[in-house]
């Protein structure tokens, strides 16, 4: 009961029959203690099975025939008390548990070769069944700060339940799961804006919905106004290379590689003639060296980018490039 309730056992065992008292609604039953070792806040209440609530509409009638859980417990306690009238005066229980109770425990536990985690004797002790409440409420709420540090300080807070082994693994695949979110972030591709540079607020609303991105700078990638040659850039101080503020530092053409990006028609003539380039750069790099600097940006626009637009958007975008080869300029860093 101590590790379902996280009352300490010293509490649980000078429990009063007025201070355990089922809700209104006969599923939940609540309990007035006292905490020994605490002089602040004296008279704490706390609900049986906060982590798992009652399932709705339960009867305490149902619970009753069981004690496997503690509110069923609780409730059978009570009855009994009822029935025993005043042999007991007002205590729950007919006696309080003591050291030598925890030690036959124990030695149930080592004569059925129950051992611990790490192979050794699994000894009960009464002074750790509320750290491992805590630390079983903090794994099951995934690392949920504000449901162990209700009654303890940060510092008795990191001693005793942050820093458990149990917690352990909750750390390291939060750090594995923030780590692969990040690197999903740096590595998204561009989002492609299908639509005329004259589209209607209508269109666009919708496209910004779609996209989950702002209408202002879907508007502002149809006008040019945020182009960046190949893309329009929805964020050129806020890049998921960068640290906030700082400019984007990567290449030009990794832009077909970012989340940032935003590729209209406008940017589609720019995009074959770069895709030109590189294809004729193949014959004249080695493969190493073409695969390190060009494969992921070559596969995104035959793969992400020219499939998103229409055949008759792509094939105009095509007679765009070839009619003013010598005027949709080529950084010079690619010419060398």
Not at 29 to 55: A, L, N
Not at 115 to 129: A, W
Not at 200 to 214: C, F, N, Q, W
């Amino acid at each position: 009961m101590s590790l379902r309730l996280g009352i300490e056992s010293e509490c649980l065992d000078t429990l009063k029959v007025g201070e355990v008292k089922p809700s209104e609604d006969g599923t939940v039953m609540h309990v007035t203690y006292r905490r020994r070792r605490v002089r602040k806040r004296q008279g704490r209440s706390r609900t049986t099975d906060p982590i798992d609530p009652p399932p709705a509409g339960e009867k305490l009638a149902e619970q009753i025939g069981s004690f496997g859980t503690a509110g069923g417990l609780l409730a059978l306690m009570l009855r009994r008390a009822q029935l025993r009238g005043k042999l007991l005066g007002d205590r729950l229980w007919s006696r309080r548990i003591d050291a030598k109770d925890f030690a036959w425990y124990t030695g149930i536990l080592a004569g059925r070769g129950l051992r611990c985690d790490y192979g050794r004797e699994l000894k009960i002790d009464r002074t750790k069944f509320r750290v491992t409440y805590k630390t079983a409420k903090n794994v099951k709420s995934r690392g949920m700060l504000p449901l162990v540090a209700d009654d303890n300080t940060p510092a008795v807070r990191a001693r005793h339940y942050d820093g458990s082994e149990r917690m352990k693994p909750l750390y390291e695949q939060a750090i594995e799961d923030a780590a692969l979110e990040a690197l999903a972030y740096a590595q998204q591709g561009p989002k492609i804006v299908d639509l005329p540079s004259n589209a209607d607020d209508e269109a666009v609303s919708a496209t910004s919905d779609e996209l989950d991105i702002p209408v202002e700078q879907i508007k502002a990638a149809l006008t040019g106004e945020t182009d960046v040659w190949l893309s329009s850039c929805r964020d050129f101080y806020n890049s998921p290379f960068d640290a906030p503020g700082r400019p984007c530092s990567k290449a030009f053409f990794k832009c077909l590689g970012c989340g940032n990006a935003l590729v209209t028609r406008r940017n589609l003539p720019r995009v074959i003639r770069f895709l030109g380039h590189i294809e004729e750069k193949r014959a004249e790099m080695s493969e190493l060296d073409w695969r390190l600097k060009f494969s992921k940006t070559h596969a995104s626009i035959l793969t992400e980018i020219l499939p998103r637009f229409p055949p008759a958007i792509v094939a105009e975008a095509r007679i765009v490039a070839q009619g003013t080869d010598g005027a949709i300029h080529i950084p010079p860093e690619l010419l060398t």
